[in-house]
C-alpha cells in the first residue's frame, strides 16, 4: 500500500530555530505539493514541483521559508528562523502528474507534520 | 472569486441516513477535474472520489457518489447509509487542465449522530 510519508509528525521548537520537514513522495509520481493547514486560512498551498522542478512558490514567504527536492524520493520544506505565527499542520502531497491525462491526476497526501513554534 | 466553495460550514446527519454536502466551483477551463477528501479527527487527508468534467456518468466509490451537475456548476458529495465513522471534516478540491495546481474549498464539517 503505497504511502507518502513525512517526518516528523510532530516538531515543537522555539521561535528563531531552523525546522525542516521532509516527504517521500508515493515511487513514481512525479509531482510534490506543500501546504499549509490552520484553524483561520484553512488549506494553503505553499508550494509545488513536477519532476523536482519548483513551478510554483509564490504561496510561501520567501524570506524565511524554501522548498527543494533534492531528488525524486525526498522533498523538503525548511522554516529559517521559524516564527510562532508558523505553526500549523503541514502537508505534502504527490501526484503522478501525467499531463496527457490533463486535470485526472488526484493527490495523496501524507498524514502531515504539527509543528509549533513556541 | 472563489474557485471552490463550500457553504456549509457544519452538518449534521442521523446514522443510517444519506446526507448531501454542496461544493460549487468555477473555472473557465473546459477540462478539470473535481475531488473529494476526508479529514477524520486524526488529521490525515483521505481520497475518496474524482470526477471529470468530461464524465458522462456520475461517479461513485462505495457510499460516496458525486451529484455532478455541469451546467450549476457544482459537484455535491452525497454519503449513503452515514456511519459513525462519516464524521469529519470534507473538503471539496478541483484541478484544472492547465496546470498542476489544486484549488480547495473550505471544508464542510459532518457530524453523525447516532
Known amino acids: 500500500d503505497a504511502r507518502v510519508t513525512q517526518t516528523p509528525r510532530h516538531k515543537v521548537t522555539e521561535m528563531g530555530q531552523e525546522v525542516t520537514m521532509r516527504c517521500q513522495p508515493i515511487?513514481?509520481?512525479?509531482?510534490v505539493f506543500w501546504y499549509r493547514q490552520t484553524m483561520m486560512q484553512g488549506l494553503e498551498l505553499l508550494a509545488y514541483?513536477?519532476?523536482?522542478?519548483?513551478?510554483?512558490d509564490s504561496g510561501m514567504p520567501k524570506d524565511r521559508f524554501s522548498a527543494e527536492m533534492p531528488d525524486a524520493t525526498l522533498a523538503t520544506l525548511k522554516i529559517q528562523p521559524s516564527e510562532p505565527r508558523d505553526s500549523a499542520v503541514y502537508f505534502c502531497?504527490?501526484?503522478?502528474?501525467?499531463?496527457?491525462?490533463?486535470?485526472?491526476?488526484?493527490?495523496?497526501f501524507g498524514p502531515g507534520t504539527r509543528l509549533t513554534v513556541l | 472569486a472563489q474557485k471552490i466553495t463550500q457553504t456549509q460550514p457544519g452538518m449534521f446527519v442521523q446514522e443510517k441516513e444519506a446526507v448531501t454536502l454542496d461544493c460549487t466551483y468555477d473555472t473557465s477551463d473546459p477540462s478539470y477535474g473535481l475531488f473529494w477528501y476526508k479529514q477524520p479527527s486524526s488529521g490525515e487527508m483521505i481520497f475518496l472520489i474524482y470526477?471529470?468534467?468530461?464524465?458522462?456518468q456520475n461517479a461513485t466509490e462505495g457510499r460516496y457518489s458525486l451529484n455532478f451537475q455541469k451546467a450549476r456548476k457544482s459537484a455535491n458529495l452525497v454519503i449513503s447509509a452515514s456511519q459513525l465513522g462519516d464524521s469529519a471534516m470534507y473538503f471539496c478540491a478541483m484541478r484544472e487542465a492547465l496546470g498542476n495546481q489544486f484549488y480547495f474549498g473550505t471544508g464542510t464539517s459532518l457530524t453523525v449522530i447516532p
Open positions: 515511487l513514481g509520481h512525479n509531482t
Open positions: 502531497a504527490s501526484g503522478k502528474g501525467d499531463s496527457s491525462r490533463g486535470s485526472t491526476d488526484t493527490q495523496y
Open positions: 514541483f513536477r519532476n523536482r522542478a519548483p513551478l510554483d
Open positions: 470526477q471529470g468534467s468530461y464524465d458522462q
